[in-house]
């Protein structure tokens, strides 16, 4: 269901508005001509979308493996420092291909649902204009959802060194509070507590902004759902 509201969403997206009361007839200055999608079309839309569901699923492993090894110490030995950085390397190499890659993609499926639209002729210009501040509005989206499941990754892993130097810092202080020699432990625990806690608000403050960006287009698919709730919308 998630990927029929977001497929539903692209469409929506990229329809120009008078398209939606295009069977009204001309008393709301004419539709745009439309006509079916050939088989080939389809079938090339079709393999788009699998391609875009399979990067989605690897995309998906690589940001959990990025955001495991960012929490990994950096390795003493030289060599092994080489290696952490030429796998730090290929794997940020890879996320970008991938998203930039779903990116496009998810413009030629956009391009590809409205092929086969005619606007008249006067209005042409109009809709061009309108047609790509849309596409820049799905590939807005589709970089911030990216980005906010890489965010939620790396915070989810971050909960346990979180929850790890909360308990050490109370427990350091509770000891510095009976015996003051255990001060200078307390202070160690507490510069790690607030080095962690730093980067946690840093992440949950950058996936709020993500989320933001993704808001109205979330807003727009509950729309899509809603239309198909009430049977199809506009028939």
């Known amino acids: 269901m998630k990927h029929v509201a977001t497929f539903a969403l692209l469409v929506l997206l990229c329809t120009p508005a008078k398209a939606q009361y295009g069977g009204m007839g001309g008393g709301m200055g004419g539709g745009v001509a439309a006509r079916p999608m050939t088989p080939a ?57 991938k998203k ?34 849309k596409q820049d509005a799905v590939e807005r989206y589709e970089k ?3 980005e906010v499941q890489l965010l939620q990754a790396q915070i989810n892993l971050m909960q346990e060194p979180l929850g790890n130097a909360v308990t050490a810092l109370a427990t350091a202080d509770i000891a510095a509070s009976n015996d003051e020699t255990q001060r200078d432990k307390a ?19 950058r996936l709020y902004q993500e989320q933001q960006v993704m808001l109205p287009m979330m807003q727009q698919m509950q729309q899509v759902q809603q239309m198909g709730m009430m049977g199809g919308g506009f028939r």
């Open 187 to 205: 202070d160690a625990a507490r510069k790690t507590y607030d080095k962690i806690k730093e980067k946690v608000a840093e992440l949950n403050k």
């Open 100 to 133: 930039d890659a779903m990116t496009t993609r998810a413009a030629e499926m956009a391009d590809k649902r409205t092929a086969g639209r005619r606007a008249p002729a006067a209005a042409r210009a109009s809709q061009t204009t309108e047609g790509d501040n």
């Open 144 to 146: 911030a959802k990216i």
């Open 41 to 97: 079309e389809s079938v090339d839309l079709e393999i788009l979308q699998m391609e875009q569901e399979a990067d989605k699923a690897v995309l998906k492993e690589a940001l959990l493996a990025q955001a495991r090894l960012g929490m990994k110490p950096v390795p003493g030995g030289k060599a092994e420092k080489e290696q952490f950085a030429e796998e730090t390397a290929m794997l940020r190499d890879f996320i970008a291909k």
